[in-house]
């Protein structure tokens, strides 16, 4: 198993630009979850899905969009980038969201201009 | 979500047992105790999970007292790679709602 994979692994953009940050699992997970990490921060949550089909807003969802169209994917879409959203994003899945094992991905340094 | 508050730094040195205490006062009948740990440009990785009492594995332990309002992380005979961010969580059981982080607690082991 692959685990939870993310790309790309760093990505610089310009101000205003719009990007999609991939994120695949291949465990069969139900829940999946997008976390932003700022330097010598904990994560935060932005958004989370508990099945294909269903997303939900986390701690700081402005900015961002995802869809669960699969069991597998759940990309995480950056509008009209900010220098606010410069950060570092991990994606989690497990199989449910309470007391099941989170797995992390390596994570995409996002750095906007 | 139940919110969790742990200190934000401790040191220690090689061989020492360290314990992190994590405080979550509202916790909820169905939540569970999970702690992780995060090495510099990595994402989490899973430690432990309890919801009551005390369980042990390979790496740590976990205390939970009878009221579950808080918990303690407990690592016996801390090395130098053990030199790290650990984070407390509290999730929903039923597994309907999302996890969140703290801040979590930076570990700088010395020789």
């Known amino acids: 198993n692959a685990g939870v994979t993310q790309t790309p692994k760093f990505q610089v953009l310009k101000t205003g630009q719009s990007m999609t940050l991939q994120c695949a699992q291949d465990?069969?997970?139900?829940?999946m979850s997008w976390y932003r990490q700022d330097p010598g921060m904990g994560l935060r949550l932005i958004h989370y899905?508990?099945?294909?089909?269903?997303?939900d807003q986390g701690e700081v969802p402005n900015g961002y969009n995802v869809s669960r169209s699969t069991t597998e994917d759940f990309p995480l879409r950056l509008l009209s980038a900010a220098p606010s959203q410069t950060s570092v994003y991990f994606c989690?899945?497990?199989?449910?969201?309470?007391?099941?094992?989170?797995?992390f991905g390596p994570g995409t340094r996002l750095t906007v201009l | 979500l139940a919110k969790t508050t742990q200190p934000i730094s401790m040191d220690s040195y090689e061989g020492q047992e360290v314990n992190i205490t994590c405080s979550h006062n509202n916790i909820a009948t169905n939540d569970y105790i999970t702690w992780y740990q995060q090495f510099p440009s990595q994402g989490p990785r899973f430690i432990i999970q309890?919801?009551?009492t005390k369980v042990t594995n390979e790496v740590a332990s976990l205390f939970i007292p009878a009221d579950r309002k808080s918990s303690t992380l407990s690592l016996p005979r801390v090395s130098l790679s053990d030199t790290a961010v650990y984070y407390c969580l509290v999730g929903d059981g039923t597994g309907r709602r999302a996890l969140t982080f703290g801040s979590g607690t930076r570990l700088q082991v010395q020789p």
């Open positions: 465990m069969n997970h139900e829940y």
């Open positions: 309890g919801y009551k």
């Open positions: 989690a899945s497990s199989y449910s969201s309470g007391i099941n094992e989170q797995f």
């Open positions: 899905s508990v099945g294909a089909g269903i997303t």
